[in-house]
């Protein structure tokens, strides 16, 4: 079973286009969080939601948009890709202020 | 605001040699404390943790000692295997700072036969 489940794995479209990651955790965690990960592995927190509320909304375009639909699932829709926003996008959950467990990476490539 | 400071990588050692990898960090709270870690093309998984001063957390030959005097919390190993290849990530979260884990940037460990 997994416990933090992203999809799609891997993306590769065009500028311009509009796409979608999802996220889903079956822990009954109450926090769920996007992060970004560069190409040097820098991790940077850009969202995230507890109990379906948003809590943290770092200094992220307003063309990446995230949906918490229910506790278990945080999407990320992304409008108006750039080349800029390649990199792998993790999903993670906690409880509030417990560690995080994270899923296996969405690795963007816009070209 | 928070912040968490580790060593540069990349880190080379041969087989069986020891491992530190530094981390310190600035809190406004009392934060928990984390060592993650990322094998080639997979995602974080926690490897051990800490939630008070003086705590020591430990798992799969791993330690890491919650200093708050020094406001460090190194991670070492005493031998290290081809397989401990990874990305290490030191990371805090704060009860002063929201639900936000906030990460080291990363140190790239590469062990050799």
């Known amino acids: 079973d997994t416990a933090v489940s992203q999809t799609p794995k891997y993306l590769v479209t065009q500028m311009g286009n509009d796409k979608s990651i999802k996220c889903e955790q079956n822990?009954?965690?109450?926090?769920m969080y996007w992060y970004k990960q560069d190409s040097k592995k820098f991790l940077k927190i850009m969202f995230s939601y507890n109990n379906k509320e948003l809590i943290i909304n770092e200094t992220v375009p307003n063309r990446f948009s995230p949906k918490s639909p229910d506790k278990a699932h945080l999407n990320l829709h992304i409008n108006s890709l750039e080349l800029g926003d390649s990199a792998v996008y993790f999903c993670?959950?906690?409880?509030?202020?417990?560690?995080?467990?994270f899923g296996q990476g969405t690795r963007l490539t816009v070209v | 605001g928070d912040s968490v400071t580790q060593m540069e990588g990349p880190v080379t050692l041969s087989e069986e040699a020891f491992l530190t990898i530094n981390c310190t960090y600035t809190?406004?709270?009392?934060?928990?404390l984390f060592w993650y870690v990322q094998y080639p093309g997979e995602g974080l998984q926690l490897l051990l943790k800490?939630?008070?001063?003086?705590d020591k957390g430990s798992n799969k030959g791993f330690e890491a000692t919650y200093r708050k005097e020094t406001t460090s919390f190194h991670l070492e190993k005493g031998s290290v295997q081809v397989s401990d290849s990874a990305v290490y990530f030191c990371?805090?979260?704060?009860?002063?700072?929201?639900?936000?884990?906030?990460f080291g940037t990363g140190t790239q460990l590469k062990v050799e036969l």
């Open positions: 809190a406004t709270g009392y934060p928990s």
């Open positions: 800490a939630t008070k001063a003086d």
């Open positions: 993670a959950s906690s409880h509030s202020l417990g560690e995080a467990f």
């Open positions: 822990l009954g965690h109450d926090t």
């Open positions: 990371a805090l979260i704060d009860t002063g700072g929201g639900n936000k884990l906030t």
